[in-house]
């Protein structure tokens, strides 16, 4: 049947709508890195988008290089929090593709996961890497340990294919686990250090250097957001920042040194009274550690203060005591930081009520102190390795 001059010029400009959506779709598509998202338990869950960072340039008081994320590749992944006590993701390493369940840790740099050839009693209860089963797979001979605050392994390097969600990095070097102790029935298989490389024991290229390097991500920054109470909803960001998971504008923090995540703290109080780091202290932020951690004779003081007795490993208070115990306040950079005690106090498995303030055990002639999961659940923290600095703002 022909078509009236009408009919066909409407059908022209129907087409030319269709073509000009699809197109549109097409543009789109090409500007979002797609993962896809899986809500099994154990298998690996990635989500990505697309974002730019709200305000950065006005909050800049240091006149460091600035950092634009207009066009830049947003790569979020989930993490998992196990009971408030670490949060772990989903790695894949060889080829094809062996899943492990690790810790992003920023108070360590490397990268390892237990080995098949691992007898250790905590490397029977964990996913164990099966060398001759990856086509990608490269030894060496090269040995090392890691001796962690709460545990050890002993290892050897070798090289593969490792896997972030979308992010991948072929030929990296990583730890196989021939020996372990402290890490049984512990719900991680390995742990993913994201510190800076001079920190590395096995003095390996850490993956995320190698990412930088190699132009993987956009930007050389990467972000935590952790969920308070829930198992899910927590994640790590790599080559930009989502302004999503965070309330007002991020507050920048130089480092100590660009060695690590340390920051200065001006002071420490509880009531408007200082309690610690009188002077001014050091705090590594460190999302691989679940508490607040300082000198011990100043954790004794603040268990004093908020009334905590002592019980097996751990400080014990009245469950009520949440609705009255003061907040104890990190002053960084000028800005407080306050943590509340429902956030500084947690319940064990019988209902009790315990603190999470531990002594540090490291010798050292200043003072210094650990900011955990319990400072970082209640802050968004974003860390910047191309100005060596961390930004800080009120997570949602």
């Known amino acids: 049947m022909l078509r009236t001059k009408t009919s066909l010029s409407t059908w022209n400009q129907e087409r030319s709508m269709k073509w000009l959506v699809l197109l549109g779709l097409v543009a789109f598509s090409e500007c979002i890195v797609k993962i896809p998202l899986r809500r099994v338990k154990t298998m690996r869950k990635t989500l990505s988008g697309k974002n730019m960072l709200n305000n950065f340039l006005k909050e800049d008081p240091y006149r460091l290089s600035q950092i634009s994320f207009r066009g830049s590749n947003l790569t979020i992944h989930p993490l998992r929090n196990i009971r408030d006590i670490f949060y772990v993701g989903n790695i894949t390493i060889g080829t094809p593709p062996q899943e492990f369940q690790v810790i992003f840790d920023t108070g360590s740099s490397d990268l390892w996961v237990p080995s098949i050839d691992c007898n250790s009693t905590s490397c029977a209860t964990h996913v164990r890497f099966r060398h001759l089963q990856s086509s990608t797979f490269r030894p060496t001979n090269k040995t090392f340990r890691i001796i962690y605050g709460s545990g050890r392994m002993n290892g050897v390097i070798a090289y593969d294919t490792v896997r972030i969600g979308d992010l991948v990095s072929t030929d990296q070097p990583f730890g196989l686990s021939v020996e372990e102790y402290g890490f049984a029935h512990k719900r991680f298989d390995g742990i993913l250090g994201l510190n800076y490389w001079n920190l590395s024991w096995s003095k390996a290229m850490p993956i995320f250097d190698k990412l930088k390097n190699e132009g993987a991500i956009s930007e050389p920054v990467f972000a935590f957001y952790l969920s308070k109470d829930k198992r899910e909803g927590s994640v790590v960001m790599f080559g930009g920042v989502d302004h999503r998971y965070y309330k007002g504008e991020l507050k920048w923090v130089p480092l100590i040194q660009a060695v690590d995540w340390s920051v200065h703290v001006d002071r420490i109080t509880m009531n408007r009274e200082v309690i610690a780091c009188s002077e001014g202290c050091a705090a590594l932020v460190d ?63 019988r209902g009790h009520c315990y603190t999470t303030f531990k002594e540090k055990r490291v010798r050292r002639s200043t003072e210094s102190w650990v900011l955990g999961e319990v400072f970082l659940r209640l802050y968004f923290s974003v860390f910047d390795r191309g100005n060596d600095r961390i930004g800080l703002a009120r997570a949602v």
Not at 308 to 329: E, F, Q
């Open 287 to 349: 999302t691989g550690s679940s508490n607040i951690q300082g000198p011990g004779r100043l954790i004794d003081n603040i268990q004093r203060i908020i009334g905590a007795t002592p019980r097996g490993s751990k400080y014990y208070v009245s469950c009520s005591a949440v609705n009255i115990l003061p907040s104890i306040i990190f002053t960084i950079n000028g800005v407080n930081y306050p943590v509340p005690p429902r956030a500084y106090i947690l319940k064990d498995s």
